[in-house]
């Protein structure tokens, strides 16, 4: 029979198993798949086209989580230790697709990636809040604390009364900024469902050439 590759690369089964991180525990997990509910043999794909569809599907992953995670954020809450979590992840995920990735070895160029001028402008704003807000103590304009010293306000009654703090710091958007966010978020899932098309076919086209053959050749066989 011949071999017929994949037209595409289901990426949303990415990461069909999900786990719990224990304590100084690590993750190994030996795929069992099945064709026609029968375990089948498998052959785990590497190299340079690999890699890069492994890579966008997971940034990929990450995009859905941001949209849904900015879907959820409330503008007016009484849970704001919620809303800011929901705000930090967000912007952590987000910030991650487009950061170094050495174990991913794919990330994305905002210069590619955006085609229009509000969309990148969101974008950099998304990534200086990332930066400096979020990820590091830096000079946010989301996050600010001023020390006061209270005088007296009759200046017959000269006195230091007291040392204060007051501040802000961000714990959401307002439907215009969510508007914006998302309308962002889309633009750059765009970009990655059109390079993960493009990398699945250029992987499907590369097994084709290998051939069956080659492929029950380096088969791994799951324990029956």
Request: charged share 30%.
């Amino acid at each position: 029979m011949p071999f017929t590759p994949p037209r595409s690369v289901k990426a949303t089964s990415a990461l069909s198993v999900r786990y719990l991180m224990k304590d100084r525990g690590t993750f190994e997990w030996t795929p069992k798949p099945e064709v026609d509910g029968r375990l089948c043999p498998y052959v785990v794909l590497e190299g340079p086209l690999a890699k890069r569809v492994v890579g966008l599907s997971l940034i990929r992953e990450d995009l859905y989580a941001v949209r849904e995670v900015f879907s959820r954020m409330q503008e007016n809450t009484d849970d704001i230790v919620g809303n800011k979590a929901l705000l930090f992840g967000a912007l952590s995920l987000y910030g991650k697709c487009f950061t170094q990735a050495k174990g991913r070895g794919v990330n994305l160029d905002p210069k590619k990636v955006f085609q229009s001028s509000d969309a990148k402008e969101s974008h950099y704003r998304l990534m200086e809040m990332r930066h400096q807000f979020v990820a590091h103590g830096g000079n946010a304009r989301e996050e600010k604390l001023k020390l006061l010293l209270l005088l007296d306000p009759d200046k017959n009654k000269k006195s230091m009364r007291d040392i204060v703090g007051r501040g802000l710091s961000a714990h959401g958007f307002d439907s215009q900024a969510k508007k914006e966010c998302l309308e962002t978020v889309d633009e750059v899932l765009s970009f990655v469902e059109e390079s993960l098309n493009e990398a699945s076919a250029s992987l499907s086209k590369n097994l084709s050439e290998k051939g069956v053959d080659w492929a029950y050749d380096h088969a791994i066989w799951p324990d029956t």
